[in-house]
């Protein structure tokens, strides 16, 4: 077949070819840099949602140590509480002791 063919027919074929591989490579990079693009955009929106997530969550990591600080304020609560309850046991007492008798 190419025996039957002279150059200019055969450069033709050949540049025609060489043209729509270059035409199919250049529709698959640009594929290709959009389902890039793509794949970028939803990585950062997932990299949102995260930090998102992480800032609405810190607080639960705090909770350990507002729970001990709540139980030591109840402690001293509960000893203010004690005192208090002495001293005014104290006072009534003294206010007995110090009515006059009838």
Do not use: C, F, H
């Amino acid at each position: 077949m190419l025996e039957n063919m002279d150059t200019m027919t055969i450069w033709t074929y050949s540049l025609i070819a060489g043209a729509v591989v270059i035409v199919i490579v250049a529709v698959l990079l640009i594929l290709l840099i959009a389902a890039a693009n793509r794949v970028n955009k939803n990585a950062s929106n997932i990299w949102d949602a995260g930090k998102q997530i992480a800032g609405n969550t810190v607080s639960i990591w705090m909770l350990n140590v507002t729970n001990r600080v709540a139980g030591q304020i109840l402690e001293t609560a509960q000893s203010i509480n004690s005192r208090a309850e002495s001293i005014d046991n104290t006072i009534a007492a003294l206010g007995n002791a110090l009515a006059p008798k009838r």
